[in-house]
């Protein structure tokens, strides 16, 4: 609809480990990609 901004918001923490949970987004970005439920350096 033209003249509208909608902003989405995603809680993509459900994709990392619980010691990143409560962590805020520039701090999600920041960790190793282990940080990621799933993942490991290795797969990086």
């Not at 949970?21 to 701090?27: A, G, S, T």
């Not at 990609?33 to 490991?40: E, N, T």
Request: charged letters at 30%; proline letters at 0%; zero cysteines.
């Amino acid at each position: 609809m033209k003249g509208e901004n909608h902003h989405y918001i995603a809680d993509i923490t459900q994709f990392f480990d619980k010691d990143y949970e409560q962590k805020e987004f520039n701090e999600l970005a920041e960790a190793l990609v282990d940080a990621i439920q799933g993942l490991s350096q290795g797969d990086a």
